[in-house]
């Protein structure tokens, strides 16, 4: 077997040491990458024991602490920010550097399919169509009219213009005897829709109401009344048309359109947390307090590698002697001290979200508040 070279105390910068090279053409990268080599190995008994490891070993290990560092950073800006983000260009650069403000687009986006389900709006086309009315004839297949029509897939009506008009119309005030001769002068001065009257008595909003209900009650009881009947793909008239008339007019929408026109197959979007666009962090532009977390996570990962490597052989012998290696000392220790530190960041970024500042700026304004209350106020005597 060959002799492997360990740590020997003067840990070199070595730009073939690391596995992925994210960060070795930071400069403060590279000096840092020989101090923590260092600070490892001092930690982990050197001089006064052997370090199985090499300088590379520490600068791996220092590499994959900044990009832990990092993916727990941005894990945290993406859970923050991904609302505003979902449907932005993913092409328009690396998100690390940049100040994210809360957009409503996202939410306005979430909520056009009330619109379009209201007929105010949104993402889906309303389309028109007709059915000529035949003498006898009080049902329709709206199913079948559109496979006539060339339409694929299922339709859905949305409003029929089969109604009456509305009761204000035929509202006349019993002062004026029928109201006929009135309701023609007003229709010739373009006041047709008001409720004629000769000396204009006001009454209460809730009597014109009353009124209102009373005449659509009385058409829907005592009369023939137009309206309609939907039911799955049936559109029941009535009454049932006595001739051949105007054809009946309605809105629709195909119901394949109500999924397409919610997605967006473009490619270049932000969809989820996999493709927001965050990149690994620049070393030089983490701060001394992510450093320190980023030191002793390399050493946790130091130690765990130590222990690897140590627990190939139990024991080593010596002259009339053994020697016991503490490989599963090592690994216990790594893992709890990467849990805890892991757990630190998390904690730390939590207290440092945009709902926690928010909560306490709120907390802070109230407690200022309740402080200025014991003030006492000045009196000016003019």
């Known amino acids: 077997m060959a002799n492997i070279p360990i740590y020997d105390g003067n840990p070199t910068w070595n730009p073939n040491s690391t596995s992925f090279g994210f960060y070795d053409n930071d400069s403060d990268f590279q000096t840092d990458s020989v101090k923590v080599a260092k600070f490892c190995a001092s930690r982990l008994g050197y001089p006064l024991v052997d370090v199985e490891l090499q300088s590379g070993s520490f600068f791996t290990a220092f590499e994959q602490a900044i990009t832990t560092y990092g993916n727990e950073l941005y894990s945290y800006l993406v859970r923050d920010n991904q609302l505003t983000l979902e449907g932005s260009d993913i092409f328009g650069g690396n998100l690390n550097e940049a100040l994210v403000t809360p957009s409503f687009e996202p939410i306005i986006r979430l909520t056009e399919q009330y619109g379009s389900e209201a007929g105010v709006g949104g993402n889906i086309p309303y389309y028109t169509g007709s059915i000529p009315l035949t003498a006898s004839i009080q049902d329709y297949d709206i199913k079948q009219w559109a496979i006539d029509k060339g339409i694929e897939g299922d339709i859905e009506i949305k409003r029929v213009f089969y109604e009456p008009s509305p009761a204000v119309t ?27 009257a000769i000396n204009f008595l006001m009454m209460p909003m809730s009597y014109d109401m009353q009124t209102l209900q009373a005449i659509e009650l009385n058409d829907q009881i005592r009369r023939s009344n137009y309206s309609f009947e939907l039911k799955n793909n049936k559109i029941k008239i009535f009454p049932i048309p006595q001739q051949s008339r105007s054809a009946l007019r309605f809105e629709y929408i195909e119901r394949n359109e109500r999924i397409s026109g919610s997605l967006d197959r473009e490619g270049n979007k932000v969809t989820n947390v996999s493709n927001s666009p965050y990149i690994n962090p620049t070393y030089s532009k983490i701060n001394s307090i992510g450093r320190q977390w980023v030191f002793e996570y390399t050493l ?19 002259p009339n002697s053994e020697v016991t290696l503490n490989q599963s000392d090592l690994i216990t220790q790594a893992t709890n001290e990467k849990n ?43």
């Open 170 to 196: 035929r509202y006349y005030d019993p002062y004026v005897g029928t109201g006929f001769g009135s309701q023609n002068l007003f229709d010739s001065m373009g006041f047709g829709s008001f409720s004629p």
């Open 300 to 318: 946790a990962i130091a130690k765990e590698m130590l222990g690897l490597v140590r627990g190939k052989y139990g024991t080593i012998p010596i």
């Open 340 to 382: 805890a530190l892991i757990e630190r960041l998390r904690a730390y970024f939590d207290e440092t979200s945009r709902k926690s500042l928010l909560e306490r700026r709120s907390q802070e304004t109230e407690f200022k508040n309740k402080e200025l209350q014991q003030v006492p106020y000045t009196i000016y005597i003019g």
